[in-house]
Each structure stands twice: as C-alpha cells, then as structure tokens.
C-alpha cells in the first residue's frame, strides 16, 4: 500500500547529541513536509520541499536541518544547537507543491525525547 | 498568512449532528479552506476542503459562507470514532511554493 513511513517511533536522545528522523513516501508525490507538536498545541511547520534538491524554512527552522536528495526521502536531523527538541514529529507529503488543492497525506510521526 | 478561529472544545452526542465553526476573515480570494482532524499520537488525517461551493464527501460537508469569511465542518452522525481535534486551515500559496498552517484545533468530545 502506498503511504509514508516514518521511523523510529519513538526516539530518545542525551542532550548535545544530533539526531536524524526519517521519512519515506511511495506516493509519487513531489511535495514534503515536516511539523512539530508539543502537548496540547497544533502543528508548527519546521520545513518543507517543494522539489527534489530545493528545501525551504518554515515558522521554526532554527535547530533544525534538512536534506531532499531523492523524491522519495526526506530526512529531519535535530541538532544539538535546537533548544527544547522534545516533541512529536510529523512528516507530510502533498502531490503538487504549488496551487490551492491537493491534500497532505501525514505519516504516523515520530517520538522524540531528550534525557 | 491569512488565520483561522476555531473554539478550543465542542461536545456532542452520538448519532447527532455536529457543526464545527471556523472563522477566517482575512481569507483571499484564491485561499482554499482544508480541514483535517488528528488522533492520539496520530498523523492528521484529511476530511474535506473547498473554495466557495459548498462541498460533500463520504466523512463530512463543508459549509461555506457567502462571503468566505467563515466556514462550518458538519458530520452527520458523530459517532465515537469522530472524537478527535479538528483543524481548520487556509491554503497559503506563497511566492515560494504552497505550504499550510495549522493552528490549535477544536477537540470534539462524543459523548455514548
């Protein structure tokens, strides 16, 4: 079945230590995106790919890197520099980058917590 | 960036409409209303958007005012399934691509 893969689920890490989530998608889509939630709030966009090797910052980007080599991946690394990474993960994926419709497909995120 | 207002919580009974408001008065002309809603330690999952009609799927319908300015999610017949945080969203198409914004949500409460 098609869809999006994140892993791990669940991730914990020591303070000072980067760390990289993964996101694939068999959708085809060219489009991908990743959010963090904390408790209680809504999703806050860290940064998103419109297109293979193009990557841009969203609300939150400071602490955070990106890389978009192939269609299909788009990896999150948390870096040590991001001072509260604690948080849920979510990675999404839209079939067209530009334009008004097109509906984000979301994976079923990642766990992460700092020790 | 054009913002949505939803209450923080609604309640309903099962097997009873819900209507779920959202307010958005700075819209543009070319932003389309999305809604998803969101589990327990789940991904959001897409229920519905449109533009200016009013819109109908096998989950939900989505009524929108005439002057786009606001818009409601209804379900038909909540059931217990349906308790989850309701987003309402604009589509935000910036000079760099298309991305969206998600604010707090409404949790839906189903009550047996």
């Known amino acids: 079945d098609g869809g999006i893969t994140q892993s791990p689920k669940y991730l914990f890490r020591k303070e000072g230590q980067n760390v990289t989530l993964s996101c694939e998608q068999n959708?085809?889509?060219?489009?991908m995106y990743w959010y963090r939630q904390d408790p209680g709030q809504g999703l806050r966009l860290i940064y998103y790919?419109?297109?293979?090797?193009?990557?841009q910052k969203g609300d939150i980007a400071e602490g955070y890197s990106v890389s978009r080599e192939k269609k299909e991946s788009f990896p999150l690394t948390v870096t040590s520099a991001q001072k509260n990474p604690t948080a849920f993960y979510l990675c999404?994926?839209?079939?067209?980058?530009?334009?008004?419709?097109?509906?984000?497909?979301f994976g079923e995120g990642s766990r992460l917590t700092v020790l | 960036d054009a913002k949505t207002t939803q209450p923080n919580s609604m309640e309903s009974n099962e097997e009873e409409p819900v209507h779920l408001p959202c307010n958005h008065s700075?819209?543009?002309?070319?932003?389309?209303i999305h809604w998803y809603r969101q589990l327990p330690s789940q991904g959001p999952e897409y229920v519905i958007h449109?533009?200016?009609s009013n819109v109908n799927n096998r989950m939900a319908s989505l009524a929108i005012a005439e002057d786009r300015k606001s818009s409601t999610l209804i379900l038909h017949r909540a059931t217990l399934r349906d308790a989850a945080v309701y987003y309402c969203?604009?589509?935000?198409?910036?000079?760099?691509?298309?991305?969206?914004?998600f604010g707090e949500g409404t949790q839906l409460t189903v009550n047996p």
């Open positions: 999404a994926s839209s079939i067209k980058p530009w334009g008004n419709t097109g509906e984000l497909f």
């Open positions: 959708l085809n889509h060219d489009a």
């Open positions: 790919s419109q297109i293979v090797n193009d990557f």
């Open positions: 700075t819209i543009s002309g070319t932003d389309y």
């Open positions: 449109g533009l200016t």
């Open positions: 969203i604009l589509r935000d198409v910036g000079t760099s691509g298309s991305r969206l914004t």
